[in-house]
């Protein structure tokens, strides 16, 4: 198995940008395909951008394409979410997985959550 520990989330006004990173540990880090995914209030967990393996592919859903860029740096187990252009319907808690898949994009292909770290935008 693996853990992962999500952290770099916090208030930001529309427009600006934040990163969050997962940390994993547990597991060769380069065994796993990544992704984001968040949960707003009263709505279902959604999938966000995802990362191959190696890091050669990525799929973003269509709302944060051009905004944001997901990467991955498997010599320090490390998946990041670099969020620009922030909106308020970006609020959500965003939460890291894992995929023994070589990438995935719907919720049911990772078997691996962290607990998630809270992105609130402001407007």
């Known amino acids: 198995q693996v853990q992962l520990v999500e952290s770099g989330g916090g208030l930001v006004q529309a427009g600006g940008s934040l990163r969050v990173s997962c940390a994993a540990s547990g597991r060769p880090f380069n065994n796993y395909g990544m992704g984001w995914f968040r949960q707003a209030p009263g709505k279902a967990r959604e999938p966000v951008a995802a990362?191959?393996?190696?890091?050669?592919?990525?799929n973003y859903v269509e709302s944060v394409k051009g905004r944001f860029t997901i990467s991955r740096d498997n010599a320090r187990n490390t998946v990041y979410l670099q969020m620009n252009s922030l909106k308020p319907e970006d609020t959500a808690v965003y939460y890291c997985?894992?995929?023994?898949?070589?990438?995935?994009?719907?919720?049911?292909?990772?078997?691996?959550w962290g607990q998630g770290t809270q992105v609130t935008v402001s407007s």
């Open positions: 990362i191959s393996k190696n890091g050669a592919s990525t």
């Open positions: 997985a894992a995929t023994r898949l070589w990438i995935g994009i719907t919720n049911r292909e990772y078997e691996y």
